[in-house]
């Protein structure tokens, strides 16, 4: 039976997301000592992978596509649903899975920093769906990322049950908006309760995160989705606006300053409303910092392993709303793949959104989504045969739930491996550190 919410508890948080955070009803964590606080992040210069000589992309080869799927945690609850997605995986030819194992803030995992997902309260304790699916997914020689949610932490009217959830630890760590309100519910523009990238407690926390499953699980990627701001109306909480002046304070006169300080004490958004452009540049720079911290220390410490990010393929709305600058990420470095979400019903619009991704990946695989939830199969294929044509990398569906769900059993599947992967396809070609990774090559033979 699921756990009901306190009475009190429940009655407080149908209010939590019109509410400023000295309202949320637990202590504002005071700011870490100055010499504690991480260096300024620095904006990516994409220029300086420009000119690399072998920034060529990296397109499909007939050994080395990436056929991925997205599995959500719904098909992660269980050992038999998971051996299921592995084995369908396996049947109809694809060769990575990135399974997601960091929903909203909690852990489809042994976590050592975050609680345990709801969703398994009715599983066995000692059930770890990475290790199983891991486990289950290199023993039929398939690829298994860790696809964890960055910054969306919770969408859900109630508090989390756990009071390890970083939303009951730390509310003041959620973006708040103009009026310094944070949300808790899915919005338009706002899937629900998003970590702040502007504050560094927040960026060291998603990092000490994403190296607990580096670090303790034999995974061959991790995968960053939610790698980001809800929308441009968020981040404007006390703590953003004092760091973004402390931002601004080298790049301007005493006597600007000077000016937008006077300017604040009438109005406490004068500092955005006066440096718009350089806004966006922090924002950006903030989101960029979160990436570096987990991909420099991830590729460190296993220098086979792979680090992607699920994408906005339109860069303006996802660099400008979303400070997800992820062509800077690419050129620096960063991330060893893209996968765009081109998820429209349209294969004419999708196909000039990955073609664009390929134009800008300073020679990284892009990996490009298919939203097969919502097409038919035939649609998908057309998707998936296009992205070839462009160059792209890999085809990724979103997803094995969406194509397996009630009414598809397998067709779905059936027509994509058929018509795409007739055949057994090579190691995914992901190009950095693929020498040391382990994989083990499939065995036996259920198809040609």
């Not at 756990?162 to 706002?190: A, F, Y």
């Not at 629900?192 to 927040?202: K, R």
């Not at 979303?322 to 960063?334: E, N, T």
């Not at 027509?415 to 036996?444: C, E, I």
Request: with cysteine; proline share 7%.
């Amino acid at each position: 039976m699921p756990r009901s919410c306190p009475g009190a508890l429940l009655a407080a948080a149908f209010s939590l997301s019109l509410l400023p955070a000295a309202s949320f009803g637990a202590p504002q964590a005071p700011a870490p000592p100055a010499d504690t606080v991480p260096a300024t992040p620095a904006v990516v210069n994409p220029e300086d992978a420009v000119s690399r000589p072998d920034a060529v992309p990296v397109a499909a080869t007939e050994g080395g596509e990436v056929r991925a799927m997205w599995v959500v945690r719904d098909s992660m609850v269980s050992r038999a649903k998971i051996r299921n997605a592995v084995a369908l995986a396996k049947k109809y030819h694809f060769n990575t899975l990135f399974v997601q194992v960091r929903g909203r803030g909690d852990a489809f995992y042994d976590s050592t920093f975050e609680p345990r997902s709801e969703e398994l309260a009715d599983a066995p304790g000692d059930f770890d769906p990475l290790a199983v699916a891991i486990e289950e997914g290199h023993k039929a020689g398939l690829e298994v990322h860790a696809w964890m949610n960055t910054f969306l932490v919770w969408h859900k009217k109630r508090l989390p049950y756990s009071s390890r959830h970083v939303l009951r630890q730390h509310p003041e760590w959620i973006v708040r908006d103009k009026q310094g309100r944070m949300v808790l519910t899915e919005q338009n523009d706002c899937e629900g309760a998003f970590l702040n990238p502007a504050l560094p407690e927040a960026r060291e926390h998603v990092k000490r995160v994403f190296l607990d499953v580096v670090t303790r699980y034999d995974v061959d990627g991790v995968h960053f989705d939610y790698v980001r701001f809800p929308s441009e109306r968020f981040s404007f909480g006390a703590r953003d606006l004092q760091l973004f002046r402390e931002w601004m304070l080298p790049q301007i006169s005493e006597n600007e300053a000077a000016y937008a300080d006077a300017k604040a004490r009438k109005n406490r958004l004068a500092w955005h409303y006066l440096y718009p452009k350089q806004w966006k540049e922090w924002r950006k720079a903030n989101v960029t910092e979160t990436v570096r911290g987990v991909a420099e220390a991830a590729h460190a410490l296993k220098p086979g392993i792979v680090v992607s990010a699920a994408v906005f393929p339109n860069y303006s709305v996802a660099s400008q709303d979303k400070g997800q600058a992820w062509h800077d990420w690419l050129a620096a470095d960063l991330l060893d793949a893209a996968c765009p979400m081109s998820y429209n019903a349209s294969t004419k619009l999708v196909a000039a959104q990955i073609k664009d991704a390929v134009k800008h990946s300073h020679g990284k695989p892009i990996i490009a989504g298919v939203g097969a939830w919502q097409i038919p199969a035939a649609s998908a294929i057309a998707k998936g045969k296009a992205y070839r044509q462009i160059g792209a990398a890999g085809i990724n569906f979103f997803s094995y739930d969406g194509m397996t769900r009630e009414g598809r059993t397998e067709r779905y599947l059936d027509k994509v491996g058929r018509s795409l992967f007739p055949s057994r396809g090579g190691r995914p070609n992901w190009r950095r550190g693929a020498a040391t990774r382990r994989y083990l090559p499939q065995q036996g033979g259920d198809g040609s």
